[in-house]
């Protein structure tokens, strides 16, 4: 044994490339952090340690649980904490009152579909661009909401047709490292940092939600969207906080089955600016694992094929079933999605296209009438100009990070404020 260490003393010397961060054994990390910059070496090769999630140690290769949660080469990957704090956390009814408004701006007037689903939400204007060299159209909308003291940017889903051929195309680039510079030193899919130029920037939206924010400065502005508009949304926020437009504090991201919108740059970036942030992510869903990346914690990865990976932000909410009213979800407190889902059987596309049961044709052909999103509420005028909402005689079900329960609740006024349902 003590051969074997002399043995490594002179490789390791010949080599001359020790420094702060080596250490003579992994186990010398005792936390996440210390542990993800922390390396050894191997024959004169620098090797990472790796982080186990689960056993909350620091090891050498090949030493966690297969599937496990592992951690390496950059601290911001370690573990956070889900919030869990009343207007900090994710609720399946917030989730489901802000899909609605993504599935509003489907339609090429959304006010009649507004009135129907959130009469308190008024429709300010609809964009809409053409956003490649196909013709294919990206459209957003903004919108506000006295009662609920709320802003909202919305981004219209991808079309399912050559649109999301176009998109996927793209991918091709990134995966190989291919990356549109956005803000903070991240970079983006060519065809999303195209889409937010020509529609965000380009039709007059940025300058519409800078005249909302000064005539409501108090609001919270939330930015959501579905696929495409998913990662417009996550764009937009960056760039909402990065340039202090909004501020940080009010600014609220939610999306529905987003793609890795950009590198770990840009991950990195949404997770420093923007604390309210959550990826609703439904079962398989094909698209939220493109563009694919390779496992920054396999043994052949350097730190700079690691640092040109699709990476996601946290925090994940995961539904692994139908989303019907009463379903479970579970939230992930890792970057990356490897141990919070099954990424190999994330290849379902009719779960991309179905989020909280809804039948998106049914539902926008009936001007999204029929309570299909099961909010379990219902809007109730008063004698002054805003309307307040109630909850119905029925039973309301609300979830947790894992559980779901059922409480009985009678007519009660309750706030609009997006709030008051997380």
């Given at each position: 044994m003590q051969i074997l260490e002399i043995v490594f003393t002179i490789i390791i010397a010949f080599w001359g490339i020790i420094d702060?961060?080596?250490?003579?054994?992994?186990?010398?990390?005792?936390?996440?952090?210390?542990?993800?910059?922390?390396?050894?070496?191997?024959?004169?090769?620098r090797e990472h340690c790796r982080w186990c999630v689960e056993t909350a140690t620091c090891v050498g290769p090949f030493a966690c649980a297969t599937g496990s949660g592992i951690v390496q080469r950059e601290p911001f990957m370690c573990p956070?904490?889900?919030?869990?704090?009343?207007?900090h956390r994710y609720t399946d009814r917030l989730g489901r009152s802000l899909y609605s408004l993504a599935l509003a701006v489907r339609e090429s007037d959304p006010t009649e579909c507004l009135a129907n689903s959130r009469p308190d939400v008024k429709l300010i204007k609809r964009y809409e661009?053409?956003?490649?060299?196909?013709?294919?159209?990206?459209?957003?909308?903004?919108?506000?909401s006295v009662p609920a003291k709320s802003?909202?940017?919305?981004?219209?889903?991808?079309?399912?047709?050559?649109?999301?051929?176009?998109?996927?195309?793209?991918?091709?680039?990134?995966?190989l490292g291919a990356?549109?510079?956005?803000?903070?030193?991240?970079?983006?899919?060519?065809?999303?940092?195209?889409a937010f130029e020509r529609l965000f920037k380009g039709t007059g939206m940025k300058e519409q939600l800078i005249e909302l924010n000064r005539k409501y400065p108090h609001y919270k502005v939330?930015?959501?969207?579905?696929?495409?508009?998913?990662?417009?949304?996550?764009?937009?926020?960056?760039?909402?906080?990065?340039?202090?437009?909004?501020?940080?504090?009010l600014i609220r991201l939610v999306t529905f089955g987003e793609a890795r919108t950009g590198n770990v740059a840009f991950a990195r970036a949404v997770e420093r600016n923007i604390r309210f942030r959550y990826r609703v992510v439904h079962r398989g869903d094909l698209v939220t694992n493109i563009p694919a990346n390779i496992d920054s914690n396999g043994i052949l990865v350097?730190?700079?094929?690691?640092?040109?990976?699709?990476?996601?932000?946290?925090?994940?909410?995961?539904?692994?079933?139908?989303?019907?009213?009463?379903?479970?979800?579970?939230?992930?407190?890792?970057?990356?999605?490897?141990?919070?889902?099954?990424?190999?059987?994330?290849?379902?596309?009719?779960?991309?296209?179905?989020?909280?049961?809804?039948?998106?044709?049914?539902?926008?052909?009936k001007k999204c009438k029929g309570n299909l999103l099961k909010l379990n509420t219902t809007i109730a005028q008063s004698n002054s100009t805003s309307p307040t909402l109630t909850t119905t005689?029925?039973?309301?079900?609300?979830?947790?990070?894992?559980?779901?329960?059922?409480?009985?609740?009678?007519?009660t006024t309750i706030s609009l404020e997006e709030n008051s349902l997380n």
């Open positions: 702060a961060a080596s250490v003579n054994v992994c186990n010398d990390a005792k936390t996440c952090a210390e542990c993800a910059e922390s390396y050894i070496y191997v024959f004169g090769f956070q904490p889900v919030p869990t704090a009343k207007g661009v053409e956003c490649d060299q196909s013709h294919n159209l990206c459209a957003s909308m903004l919108a506000v802003i909202y940017v919305v981004y219209k889903s991808s079309n399912m047709d050559k649109q999301l051929i176009t998109e996927l195309i793209h991918t091709v680039a990134a995966q990356w549109q510079k956005f803000e903070s030193g991240g970079g983006v899919m060519t065809y999303f940092h195209g939330w930015v959501t969207g579905h696929s495409l508009g998913a990662s417009l949304a996550s764009m937009t926020a960056l760039y909402l906080a990065n340039h202090s437009i909004i501020p940080r504090d350097t730190r700079a094929v690691a640092e040109r990976q699709p990476h996601f932000y946290r925090f994940l909410v995961y539904y692994d079933n139908d989303m019907k009213p009463g379903s479970s979800f579970k939230k992930c407190n890792l970057s990356e999605d490897y141990a919070c889902r099954n990424l190999p059987f994330t290849n379902n596309a009719l779960d991309h296209l179905n989020y909280f049961g809804v039948n998106v044709d049914e539902y926008l052909a005689n029925s039973t309301v079900t609300t979830n947790s990070s894992s559980t779901s329960s059922t409480t009985t609740t009678s007519a």
